[in-house]
């Protein structure tokens, strides 16, 4: 019973405002497709729930009384917020179409995103992407962006996220290297070895070289011959022959699967939950958002 009477006022509440903006009961009947009469009910059980009179009525006009007056403007944003819905549940039926602005790191959009995107045009015609690669952050709101997948904590509350599925960090190197220079069993065993490592662009940091060890996780920064700033170049430097270095699983799983990189110490990899997709909370019911996150969901878990 609740929430029938509830229901009630909130019908009356739209209604209220309707006639409060347009001054008519037939203009606001006419508007939301209903009778003036049903109308003029709706708003007199709201008058007898709220125990105050709204509107003084005459045989030609009508007049919001001093209580209606300071209701009305509380309505109007009710009725606002309801038309809103109705225009996200519209769009949210639509074909996706437009522009869709993707902003990530190289190696993502390199390793997991272009390869998407012939499948998701193939999907959807109508959608032009617009991809960006940086590995500096972007103010996605400011910069228009409708996605940006990044990897690490996330600091600003006011974007939706959603959590990829984990990946790994795992050592690789090439065989002609291994077959050299042997293939350590133990994160100990590196300092014999040459190695490779990767200096964040962002920060100018170097990375830390994190392991599994029983059930502790441990980080060493090896003496590396060999520092670059793109994960890309580190890739190449391994396949090269240039040492051991240690990478995302899905940066190395095509040279893998050629055979020009061979996991090390994976025994040792740890995982990670850290690629997420964010965007703003005024994308929520863009269809081409959503089908882009839907694909790039079912992409990542097969990785």
């Known amino acids: 019973m609740r929430e029938q009477i509830a ?4 019908t009356g509440l739209i209604a209220f405002a309707r006639v409060g903006s347009m001054g ?26 709220l125990g105050i009179s709204l509107i003084t009525r005459t045989t030609r006009s009508l007049t919001l009384t001093p209580e209606g007056r ?23 039926r639509s074909e996706p179409s437009g522009t ?9 959009g390199i390793h997991m995103i272009a390869p998407t995107l012939p499948s998701f045009r193939r999907l959807h015609p109508k959608v032009a992407v617009d991809l960006r690669l940086s ?8 910069e228009r962006i409708d996605i940006a997948v990044r990897i690490g904590d996330l600091a600003d509350s006011r974007l939706l996220s959603r959590q990829f599925a984990p990946h790994w960090l795992c050592c690789f190197a090439s065989p002609a290297y291994l077959a050299a220079r042997g293939t350590p069993s133990h994160p100990d065993e590196l300092e014999g070895h040459d190695t490779v490592t990767l200096r964040y662009q962002s920060s100018g940091q ?3 070289w994190p392991f599994r060890v029983g059930d502790r996780e441990i980080e060493i920064m090896p003496p590396s011959g060999i520092v670059v700033d793109a994960s890309e170049a ?18 190395a799983a095509p040279h893998v699967a050629r055979s020009e990189l061979v996991p090390v110490l994976s025994n040792h990899a740890v995982e990670r939950h850290n690629i997420t997709a964010i965007w703003p ?23």
């Open 7 to 10: 229901l009630e006022r909130l």
């Open 24 to 49: 008519s009961f037939t203009a606001a009947a006419r508007s939301l497709s209903i009778s003036p009469s049903a109308i003029s009910k709706s708003i007199q059980r709201l008058e007898q729930n």
């Open 70 to 92: 300071d209701l009305h403007e509380r309505a109007l944003r009710l009725l606002r917020e309801a038309e809103e819905i109705e225009q996200l549940a519209t769009m949210a």
């Open 100 to 108: 869709l602005r993707i902003a990530t790191s190289l190696p993502i």
């Open 135 to 142: 590995d500096q952050f972007v103010d996605i709101i400011e």
């Open 206 to 208: 170097v990375l830390r």
């Open 234 to 251: 580190l890739i190449a430097t391994l396949v090269a022959g240039g040492g051991i270095g240690i990478s995302a699983n899905f940066i």
């Open 281 to 303: 909370e005024s994308r929520r019911a863009n269809p081409a958002v959503r089908a882009f996150l839907d694909l790039l969901q079912g992409v990542s878990r097969n990785k």
